[in-house]
C-alpha cells in the first residue's frame, strides 16, 4: 500500500526453521532513485513495526528499507507457544539465517546499491554475528543499545539448558526475565513501570507495555540463544572476524543500563579498534536510555544516523579522494 508517494511493501518468506514463516516489510518513495538499502535488526521481545517511523525518515531521503519479525516475535508468531523460541538446537543459527534470507532478497532487488545493517539491542548481537560472518557483503554496519559480554554468560548458559531439559525449551522463562532485566532500574528514581529503562519518554515505554506484540516472554530455549549468541560477539575473537575497512557506528544511551552506562559500548568499540578495524565511531547520548529511536531526541538521533551512513556513501567517498588529490 501506499502513502503518497511512499510505498510500504508486506511479504513472508520461509524461515530456517522448518515449518514456519517469517513476515517482512520493506519502505520505499516511488518513482526515485535510490541511494542504498537498509536493512533493519529490531530488538528483543518487539516486532519491526515500531521501527516504521524511522524506515519512512531513510526512504523520505533516499534509501530502500527491509525489516524483519524474527522467530518467535511480532507476525512471525503463528501459535502463542511460539513467542521467544527460535528452535531446539542452537535457533540463534535460524535468527541469522533468516536475515541472511532477507537480505539475499534486497540484493536481488537491488543489486548495485551500497548495503547498510542496522541492528538494535539483541539485533545489535544478531547484526554484530552477521557483520563477522557476512561483512564482505556490507558497506556498513550499526550497533544501536549494545553491550559487551560477561563472565557469566557461560554459567547462565549451564544453568538454562539444564532447565530446559526439565522443563521443556518452549516453556516459558520468567525468573529469567527478572533476572536479565530487574538490576536494570537501578538508577532509576522513582521508577514508574518496570520498562522505565527503554526511554526517558513516558508515552512511548507506555506503548510497548500496552503492544500485544511486546514484552513477550522468552522461552528456556531463546534465553539459551540469546546469551549464546551475546557470548559469540564478545571479545577479541569476534573482532578479529569482521572486515577492517567496514565502517561501524556504535550508537547508544548515557542512561542505558544494558551497555553499562557506555562503559559496555565503548568495550565493545575498543575490541574492534585493537583488531584494527579502521573506521569505528562511538556515539553516546547523555541522559538518554536504551531505546534511541524511541527517545525524547528522536529526531537528532535520525539525523546523526543519517549523516553518518551519507559520509560512507560511494559518492561521497569519491569525492573525499578528490577532494584529497
Known amino acids: 500500500w501506499k502513502i503518497g508517494m511512499m510505498i510500504q511493501t508486506e511479504f513472508t518468506f520461509p524461515s530456517a526453521l522448518q515449518g514456519q514463516e517469517i513476515f517482512a516489510v520493506s519502505w520505499r518513495k516511488g518513482g526515485g532513485q535510490y541511494r542504498g538499502v537498509v536493512q533493519i535488526v529490531h530488538g528483543m521481545q518487539e516486532h519491526i513495526g515500531r521501527y516504521a517511523a524511522f524506515a519512512v525518515y531513510?526512504?523520505?531521503?533516499?534509501?530502500?528499507?527491509?525489516?524483519?519479525?524474527?522467530?518467535?516475535?511480532?507476525?512471525?508468531?503463528?501459535?502463542?507457544?511460539?513467542?521467544?523460541?527460535?528452535?531446539?538446537?542452537?535457533?540463534?543459527?535460524?535468527?541469522?539465517?533468516?536475515?541472511?534470507?532477507?537480505?539475499?532478497?534486497?540484493?536481488?532487488?537491488?543489486?548495485?546499491?551500497?548495503?547498510?545493517?542496522?541492528?538494535?539491542?539483541?539485533?545489535?548481537?544478531?547484526?554484530?554475528?552477521?557483520?563477522?560472518?557476512?561483512?564482505?557483503?556490507?558497506?556498513?554496519?550499526?550497533?544501536?543499545?549494545?553491550?559487551?559480554?560477561?563472565?557469566?554468560?557461560?554459567?547462565?548458559?549451564?544453568?538454562?539448558?539444564?532447565?530446559?531439559?526439565?522443563?521443556?525449551?518452549?516453556?516459558?522463562?520468567?525468573?529469567?526475565?527478572?533476572?536479565?532485566?530487574?538490576?536494570?532500574?537501578?538508577r532509576i528514581h522513582p521508577k514508574r513501570t518496570n520498562y522505565d529503562w527503554l526511554s526517558t519518554v513516558e508515552t512511548e515505554v507506555d506503548a510497548f507495555i500496552l503492544h500485544p506484540l511486546c514484552g513477550r516472554a522468552f522461552t528456556y530455549g531463546g534465553y539459551r540463544d540469546l546469551f549464546t549468541l551475546l557470548k559469540r560477539v564478545s571479545g577479541m575473537e569476534w573482532a578479529y572476524r569482521l572486515p577492517k575497512n567496514l565502517p561501524i557506528l556504535l550508537a547508544s544511551g548515557k542512561g542505558d543500563p544494558v551497555g553499562a552506562y557506555g562503559k559496555g559500548v565503548r568495550r565493545v568499540a575498543k575490541w574492534l579498534l585493537r583488531a584494527d578495524c579502521r573506521k569505528v565511531s562511538v556515539k553516546l547520548y547523555a541522559h538518554l536510555r536504551h531505546e534511541l529511536l524511541h527517545e525524547s531526541r528522536k529526531e537528532e538521533i535520525y539525523t546523526d544516523l543519517y549523516q553518518w551512513m551519507c559520509r560512507y556513501l560511494p559518492q561521497n567517498q569519491e569525492k573525499k579522494k578528490g577532494l584529497g588529490r
Open 58 to 186: 531513510l526512504a523520505e531521503r533516499g534509501f530502500v528499507v527491509y525489516g524483519s519479525d524474527h522467530l518467535g516475535h511480532g507476525k512471525s508468531v503463528r501459535k502463542e507457544t511460539d513467542f521467544g523460541y527460535f528452535g531446539s538446537t542452537d535457533g540463534w543459527k535460524n535468527l541469522l539465517a533468516d536475515l541472511h534470507t532477507l537480505m539475499c532478497r534486497a540484493k536481488a532487488e537491488y543489486p548495485d546499491l551500497p548495503y547498510i545493517l542496522i541492528g538494535h539491542s539483541m539485533g545489535s548481537f544478531l547484526a554484530r554475528e552477521f557483520a563477522a560472518v557476512y561483512g564482505d557483503t556490507l558497506d556498513m554496519a550499526v550497533f544501536l543499545g549494545t553491550r559487551a559480554g560477561s563472565c557469566l554468560l557461560k554459567p547462565c548458559i549451564r544453568s538454562i539448558e539444564k532447565k530446559a531439559e526439565k522443563r521443556g525449551r518452549k516453556t516459558p522463562a520468567t525468573e529469567w526475565s527478572r533476572l536479565a532485566f530487574g538490576a536494570y532500574h537501578r
